[in-house]
């Protein structure tokens, strides 16, 4: 039989995509799952009727198991490869589920809550990496908005199951919720195992010649076409720059000459950011925010937040069309400046209060999640890969989760507390967050739309600093001129080497 069932070229691309996106689904499903059991009479009752402070944790115990598994990727990962670190995810994501659903506590449901977080953390790290290492780069950014859609389609469908199983009056009615993800944890791993590794992963490991046949299978080429013979050439010089200019591990901490650490510390700050916007205030918690904040009922909330995650999954399939013409920063300003907004009116009308009030308040709701996806969302998940270099790319993703879970830990740990105590003005703290990451955008995010990942490692290279890349990003001459620079560095290097 064929390699990877006979598909070549495109084909075998949107085969990466599909399994790269079930991994997404498992990540939108995992998240909204408990949203609405957060007002479920039934499992509160078994996990013991717990106050606001108790039942964050409980939710965003979670959180700390995806941190958790996003470090050992970081330490693993780069070894173990994209494929098999995404089946060790779903792995313990599936072992973690079964502990779940078999509840009869809250501590069991914090060990299985952990568990799961820990196979999402190598999920989440592994499977962004690999759709960019094996996506043409005009195309990277459509391939990721397809994912991001499909995480959506996994919040929609964990809201509607919670809301299919609200009628139930055993522990069915919240057990199936929680269990229903292991049947895409067992597709994605079968497909893990039908599909290419990544080329560049291969390569820099030693291991040309598997690598330039996946490249060729990849592009529908053979190896002596020109332009699979320029990109898997591309490759290697980018793995020789970073081999003579830097080390492993302390790549991510110091300059190394392809300016290590400041990619890492963009690919972090973009995650937070990412985080600070407060998208998680309405994925975890859109029944609860609109019953303790908006006033509404349990049935009504669950109605309203299941078609605010319909209307999440159309405002998504946008990004697909614009996301590699329009470029990452513009969208990214774009978002944090339409979220804010969104925030402080919603903050507002809380404050104001009444029917009319309360109704303005959920479709601001609404138009959050419509921002969110325009400008952070499909942007994020493929830009700290886009901006990593090869040979920390798995590390250096894998730190920016630790980031991202952090955060994602700490807003959903307050988010009952601050509803609680200050109510509206948590709302004002998050619009604040939002034009705040404006102005780090602006400075030190470089574009990186339509460049392939090799030119954006000599793009980096070329500079002195992180403004000039930024500046020189911008131009659509930037690229060429980074390689006329970094050539310019490599001969007077050479010279200097032959001088001595």
Not at 148 to 155: A, D, K, R
Request: neutral net charge; aromatic residues 12%.
């Amino acid at each position: 039989m064929a390699p990877y069932f006979g598909l070549r070229g495109m084909p075998l691309v949107m085969a990466i995509t599909l399994a790269c996106s079930t991994g997404f689904l498992l990540f939108g499903y995992d998240n909204g799952v408990f949203s609405g059991l957060t007002t479920d009479t039934l499992f509160l009752e078994t996990m013991g009727n717990p106050d606001p402070t108790l039942l964050g944790f409980i939710v965003a115990v979670y959180e700390l198991g995806c941190l958790a598994g996003a470090v050992a990727s970081a330490i693993w990962g780069e070894n173990m490869g994209r494929r098999m670190l995404t089946v060790a995810g779903c792995i313990f994501l599936i072992i973690g589920t079964v502990i779940q659903c078999t509840s009869y506590g809250r501590a069991q449901m914090i060990v299985g809550r952990i568990v799961t977080g820990l196979g999402m953390g190598g999920i989440t790290s592994a499977v962004p990496v690999w759709q960019c290492e094996t996506t043409p780069a005009y195309m990277r950014g459509r391939t990721i908005a397809i994912e991001l859609s499909m995480l959506i389609v996994g919040i929609v469908i964990a809201y509607w199951v919670d809301y299919g199983c609200s009628t139930y009056t055993n522990g069915f009615q919240w057990r199936f919720p929680i269990a229903f993800q292991i049947v895409a944890a067992v597709l994605l791993i079968t497909m893990c195992f039908c599909l290419p590794e990544s080329p560049r992963w291969l390569a820099s490991h030693n291991r040309e010649h598997e690598a330039l046949d996946v490249l060729c299978m990849l592009r529908d080429g053979k190896p002596e076409d020109d332009r699979v013979n320029f990109e898997f050439t591309e490759i290697k010089d980018a793995i020789a720059l970073e081999k003579a200019e830097s080390g492993g591990w302390k790549d991510c901490f110091t300059d190394g000459g392809i300016m290590g650490w400041q990619r890492v510390a963009i690919a972090c700050s973009a995650q937070a950011l990412q985080e600070f916007t407060g998208t998680n205030i309405i994925t975890y918690y859109a029944p609860y925010v609109m019953v303790h904040s908006v006033g509404l009922d349990s049935q009504q909330s669950l109605l309203l937040s299941g078609g605010l995650q319909l209307w999440f999954l159309v405002a998504s399939i946008i990004p697909w069309f614009i996301l590699d013409k329009v470029g990452r920063r513009k969208l990214f300003i774009f978002g944090s400046f339409g979220m804010g907004a969104c925030m402080l009116i919603s903050g507002l009308t809380l404050m104001a209060g009444g029917r009319n009030n309360g109704i303005a308040a959920v479709t601001m709701f609404y138009m959050f999640q419509a921002f969110f996806t325009w400008g952070w969302m499909s942007n994020m998940w493929c830009y700290p890969s886009e901006i990593l270099p090869l040979r920390i790319r798995q590390r250096g993703s894998a730190l920016s989760v630790v980031w991202q879970w952090l955060i994602t830990f700490l807003v959903v740990e307050i988010t009952p507390v601050g509803i609680k105590n200050i109510g509206w003005k948590l709302y004002v703290v998050f619009c604040i967050l939002n034009w705040a990451s404006i102005m780090v955008v602006w400075f030190w995010y470089p574009e990186t739309s339509g460049k392939t990942l090799e030119s954006i490692d000599f793009l980096f290279a070329s500079q002195g600093s992180l403004s000039q890349v930024v500046k020189l990003s911008r131009r659509k001459d930037g690229v060429p001129v980074a390689r006329e620079v970094q050539a310019q560095v490599h001969e007077q290097k050479v010279e200097e080497e032959r001088v001595e």
